[in-house]
């Protein structure tokens, strides 16, 4: 459960300096900062009233009469003076963290939250408004370009909170929840495992498409904590999986009702066999025979599976509509339903149909996870060590030793390894959203080899997408070695973590229902989607946390180590 007014206290408790609110104008720094310093008891200031009150002069007027330069040298005195007075809350200008000197004092002297909201509230917000730089053009323009050319400074804010059209009183509990969570990521405390914090907020962020990631127990049932007031009211589709309907869907649908217009629910099967063209097919046609329009919603209540059918169905129907994603595996949790990749496989591989569709929000509640199957929390987890492979050996080393405890139920433990988890692909993702860098491409290590196998095994639920990515880093383990980057003693941690939390790592501990070939898995990898013109392609560790993507790979090579895990 989570108590805002608990989380306000601690707050309050831990944090011994100003916050300072920053952000374009319009995005209610001083409505939401005098409301926020009033539930926390303690002072407000506007860095603008105060300029006003020390000058005696209208900000339009300095603007005017003295120039822009003038006002901002005004406005870095003021706020350094305010950020001397301990604990309170200040409203910074829009423009004030864009000099480098200002930015440098509210960075080191307070804890600096970028409210940050689409342009279109923005507008709606600052329309017959006296502000300077509005004077001239169209509104709409004058902020996006303020908006791109501040983008860099706002991103240094320790926090950044989005508002999807919230209101002042729900803004601030965003904000107190963002900032504990803040308290609780930087302070020593973290290393206490005994602190767990009930709900926290990450934001995925990618200019106008960012999105927040809710993560708590028991945070479905609080919907007015996630779901913002700009998606009340709508009608919304709920694809979920015949599974996951009783446990979680119908009493999600039922806390729904009364925010939605309407809400309707689709069950499909379970299983990777649902992301076909006939299940999307009739997702689509459900939604045109219940009235679908261009503000419905999608929500997608499941796994890995209905968050990428239900992605790439918003994506499509009428062009693109809104989507929220639930994610109830740990895998989905910790991977699929964020980024916003969607889509679904053809006869020939997996996922080779899709689009790039961010959602609205994600929301992952712990509890969740209470009903789910052993070997799909084990799946979920390889993703997890996928991670620290990848770009943190720190967690990995963290993995090696709590790995255990989570797969247990520790729920200390699970908060961190998904909070990470999350951090790192809203990271990678914010960097290389549409996989053109490299950098996205190197969260499908072991990816190449775990698509062969599952399409050997068939998608009928003989390995997991989460059990074939084990192997498929043990492999990729091997491979990285032979090329002359990893140690034989790293593979061997990698293989001796992965099979002692019970995960498989060979291809012969698959069942298959036909013996499978190595060159058979090679064909298979020709198809993939990863496989460019200059044949395989291979995420290779460089060493235990740090990667990097490999072309031009002798197939020699991965038929050996194929043929190794076959025997
Ligand atoms: N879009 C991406 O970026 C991305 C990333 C990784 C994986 N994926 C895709 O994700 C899919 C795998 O997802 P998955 O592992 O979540 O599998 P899944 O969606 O098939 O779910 C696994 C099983 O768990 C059941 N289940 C779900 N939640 C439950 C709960 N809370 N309690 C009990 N049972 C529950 C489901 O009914 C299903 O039987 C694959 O198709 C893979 O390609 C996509």
Known sequence: ????????????????????????????????GRLLASRLGWAFYDSDDEIVRSVGKSISDIFSEDGEPAFRDLERTTIKHLLANGPCVISSGGGGITIPETAQAILEKGLCVWIDAPVDILVKRTVGSDRPLLKHGDPDEVLRMLLDKRRGAYEQAHIHCLDTGLTPDEMVDRILLQIREHLFITSPEKENEEYLPEAMCLTVSLSERSYPIF???????????????????????????????????????????????????????????????????????????????????????????????????????????????????????????VGGKTGINTKTAKNLVGTFYQPKCVVVDLESLLTLPRREWLAGYAEIVKYGLLADEGFFEWLEDHGILMLDGDEGSIMRAIETSCHMKADIVHKDEREENGLRALLNLGHTFAHALESAAGYDGTLLHGEAVSIGMVLAARLSQRLGYITLEDVNRIYMHLSKVGLMTEIRHVKFKTPVTSDQMIESMRKDKKAGVGGLKFVILKKIGEAELEGGIAESLIKEILEESLK
């Open 215 to 337: 993560v708590g127990s028991g945070i479905l049932k609080h919907p007015d904590l996630w779901l913002s007031g700009e998606l009340h009211g709508r009608n919304a589709f709920i694809l979920t999986d015949y599974n996951v309907r009783p446990l979680i869907t119908d009493q999600l649908a039922d806390q729904l009702k009364p925010m939605m217009k309407s809400v309707s629910v689709m069950e499909l099967h379970p299983g990777e066999q649902t992301k076909s063209f006939e299940r999307y097919q009739a997702v689509i046609e459900w939604m045109i025979e219940n009235g679908v329009k261009r503000d419905s919603v999608v929500i997608a209540v499941g796994g890995g599976v209905i968050g990428d059918l239900a992605g790439f169905a918003a994506s499509t129907i009428l062009r693109g509509i809104d989507f929220i994603q639930i994610p109830t595996t740990l895998l989905s949790m910790v991977d699929s339903s």
């Open 1 to 32: 459960m989570i108590e805002i007014e608990h989380c306000k206290d601690e707050v309050k408790q831990l944090l011994k300096k100003p916050i300072v609110l920053v952000g374009m104008m319009g995005v209610g720094k001083t409505t939401v």
